[in-house]
């Protein structure tokens, strides 16, 4: 894999209460740009998502799978104080669940897998063979200046083609490697410009930003990206998610995000972005989890983060908080030993089910089939689809 990333409900303009900024101490996953690169300590295989480093509690180092992965260690940690920092963070809880009150199931479809002779010829294509009709396109990434590249554009008579005939497409930005835009605007105002001058071009208004490079993750990056992203919404009516690296819980405490992502969610909050989902990448752990089920890792790190938004978010309540919850396992082989199975899946969704959290996606499905650089334990073409399209019904 190459690059990428993914997307709960979260709306930070209303309520008033401080937020409280605390890590978690764990294991930390994640997917990433290129292919996601794991969150745990130890790098993946060459092959695979690389990981997306955001808030630890301690310090979280991912190395990359893929196209090179993003190396970084963890935030401090801790509200922000007299730096500038958000310290009063207005939160609104919006419901993050798809238009039927349901989970909605978008996986990750890497731009440079479909089209031409690729087994996946269009999104149409692949609707028609998954049965899906929902998915999030990755990455988004600069192209040059403070402009976004024109790799989803390339596809756009696909893409077009796809939403006229009822499908739904959600864009990420960023992933594990590779110029994210943000780092080549001077300010939030031209950041804005480029993601409206996206939409403009491609009429995709679901956003995913997939944070993992450090350089990105830094308090002033954040505040500039969350003020990009509240004149884009304003002015273009833009839907936001962030997929962020994972922290896996310890002794059946803590998991969910890190020092850094809970920093950057809530800066988000205090900009005044309302966010729909916020989404955990739970996979490669650095081999803490080999030969083990991934299913009851994930969904400590799922209780974790469900526990975080709780606190993030004042006056919220438990089920508004599971709606703005995502999870982004990478299925089948990881980039470490680690594997995310079918059963896993299983369990998974039926998690989903239960508490009725609002997105559920994987990297990627382009690896949803039997291939020699698939799953690795798909005995059918698109196994994971069906083992989780329960949370569609």
């Known amino acids: 894999m190459k690059t990428w990333a993914l997307i709960g409900c979260l709306a930070l303009v209303a309520c008033s209460g401080e937020v409280d900024s605390k890590g978690n101490a764990g294991a930390t996953s994640g997917s990433g740009g290129a292919g996601p690169t794991g969150s745990s300590a130890t790098g993946g295989a060459s092959s695979g998502p690389t990981g997306s480093s955001t808030t630890t509690t301690t310090s979280s180092t991912t190395t990359g799978g893929g196209s090179g992965g993003s190396t970084g260690t963890g935030g401090s940690g801790g ?115 480029a993601i409206g001058d996206f939409v403009d071009a491609t009429h995709i208004t679901d956003l995913d930003f997939d944070i993992e490079e450090a350089a990105a993750l830094t308090d002033a990056m954040n505040d500039t990206r969350s003020q990009a992203l509240k004149i884009a919404q304003d002015a273009k009516g833009i839907h936001v998610a962030f997929t962020l690296e994972a922290v896996a819980q310890s002794g059946g405490t803590g998991g969910g995000l890190n020092s850094r992502g809970v920093s950057l969610v809530t800066r988000a909050g205090a900009a005044g972005v309302v966010v729909d989902h916020v989404n955990v990448m739970t996979m490669d752990y650095g081999n803490q989890f080999q030969n083990q089920p991934l299913a009851p890792v994930a969904i400590g790190t799922l209780n974790g983060l469900h526990a975080q938004l709780m606190t993030i978010v004042p006056g919220i309540t438990s089920e508004k908080a599971w709606s703005m919850v995502g999870v982004i396992p990478m299925i089948g082989h990881n980039d470490d030993a680690e594997i995310f199975s079918l059963a896993d899946a299983k369990t998974l969704a ?44």
């Open 350 to 393: 039926d998690f989903a089910i239960a508490n009725r959290i609002g997105l559920l996606s994987f990297w990627s499905i382009d690896r949803d089939r039997v291939c020699g650089t698939c799953s690795g334990v798909n005995t059918a073409d698109y196994d994971f689809v069906h083992a989780l399209a329960a949370v569609t019904h």
């Open 79 to 193: 509200r922000a104080g007299n730096d500038g920092g958000p310290k009063d963070a207005t939160v609104v809880a919006r419901d993050g669940l798809g238009p039927n009150g349901i989970t909605e199931l978008a996986p990750y479809l890497p731009t440079w897998t479909w089209g031409g002779n690729a087994a996946i010829t269009s999104l149409s294509d692949l609707r028609t063979k998954s049965g899906l009709s929902q998915f999030t396109l990755a990455f988004v990434l600069s192209g040059g200046a403070c402009k976004v590249a024109g790799t989803i554009g390339g596809h756009q008579a696909d893409v077009d083609a796809f939403v006229a005939a009822g499908g739904k497409i959600k864009a990420s930005f960023g992933g594990a490697s590779g110029t994210y835009v943000e780092s080549n605007c001077p300010d939030a105002t031209s950041l804005a410009k």
